[in-house]
């Protein structure tokens, strides 16, 4: 019989235990107090444009190794068109030579 998630990690679960709603109202109230209502939006705000700049760095990134990628293997795909297999031109070596 599959267990749920709660039962599955209920030892560390019941240790720790999870906030009610109680606990949750008591949390934001002391952060009201704390910062106050017109301290919050300004909060808000200034996390939520924090994690904007990380997550477009975050892209910024990404797109980075990819590109670095993607040109290696074009470099790399390059390379090996750019050279002559050595059969060929070996026989081109040899007939030349034999012609002159």
């Given at each position: 019989m599959p267990q749920t998630l709660y039962e599955s990690v209920g030892g560390l679960l019941g240790f720790?235990?999870?906030p009610?709603?109680?606990e949750i109202v008591i949390v934001i109230f002391a952060i009201?107090?704390?910062f106050g209502g017109r301290k919050l939006p300004?909060?808000?705000r200034g996390?939520?444009?924090g994690l904007r700049i990380f997550k477009d760095?975050?892209?910024g990134i990404k797109t980075d190794v990819e590109d670095s990628v993607s040109d290696k293997g074009?470099?790399?795909a390059n390379s090996s068109a750019d050279k002559p297999s050595a059969s060929s031109?070996?026989?081109d070596d040899k007939g030349s030579e034999g012609e002159g």
């Open positions: 720790f235990g999870l009610g709603h109680w009201l107090l704390l300004e909060l808000a996390m939520a444009r760095e975050m892209k074009e470099d790399q031109s070996d026989q």
